[in-house]
């Protein structure tokens, strides 16, 4: 990873830890990698997913596992429910039908009042990664697996268990965080 990924990554990062609260009974990082955010969120349960892990670790209560989200969960062990979950730089890496199994999956993992931070990049950032990887700034992880992501379709997470509780924009514009809550009772 070259130091304007990890510039970016810390940044995503932070967006997403600034909208939870924290100290938390446990989290789950949707696509943790080598588990960065873990080893930053103050928690009792810290587990992480991610099918590019070349093993399984475990290390200072940070629990990662190789697996594809949602659906290696449940043979993992990772059912929740958890007070937070983290996707930074994932959901424009799924494919419609797992777009559609995570928005089922979601609101059964978490705990009621409990978070979900979700990082997407703008559609024109594919263009931008281009042109950086072309010049060797970044290595731009799996770009290719974009396929034109309308952060805008994050927004179908909402349903009868969670709602948006805020969206913004960050790094230029060319970045968004959307933060939902799983509500407690029937969202209105």
């Known amino acids: 990873m070259k130091t304007l990924d990890k510039l970016l990554r810390a940044q995503r990062t932070r967006m997403a ?3 939870i609260e ?3 009974s446990a989290v789950l990082d949707i696509g943790c990698g080598d588990g960065y955010l873990l080893r930053l969120v103050d928690a009792g349960v810290r587990d992480g997913i991610d ?3 070349d093993n399984d670790s475990d290390s200072a209560g940070i629990r990662l596992r190789t697996g ?10 990772m ?13 424009e890496h ?20 409990g978070r979900l ?3 997407v990049p703008h559609p024109l950032v594919d263009r931008i990664l281009d042109v950086l990887m072309f010049l060797h700034l970044v290595d731009g992880q799996s770009v290719e ?6 952060p805008q379709c994050v927004l179908e997470l909402q349903s009868g268990a969670l709602k948006l509780v805020a969206h913004r924009r960050f790094q230029l514009g060319l970045n968004n965080l959307f933060l939902f809550e799983r509500c407690k009772g029937p969202c209105n």
């Not at 697996?145 to 309308?150: K, L, M, N, Q």
């Open 17 to 19: 830890l600034g909208g």
């Open 22 to 24: 924290q100290p938390l």
């Open 51 to 53: 099918p590019t892990l």
């Open 68 to 77: 594809s989200f949602p659906n290696d969960l449940a043979r993992l062990g």
């Open 79 to 91: 059912l929740g429910p958890y007070d937070a979950i983290f996707a930074i730089a994932v959901f």
């Open 94 to 113: 799924l494919t419609g039908e797992d777009l559609v199994s995570a928005r089922a999956a979601i609101p059964e993992l978490l705990a009621p009042g």
């Open 117 to 119: 931070a979700i990082t």
């Open 145 to 150: 697996e974009h396929h034109g992501f309308d």
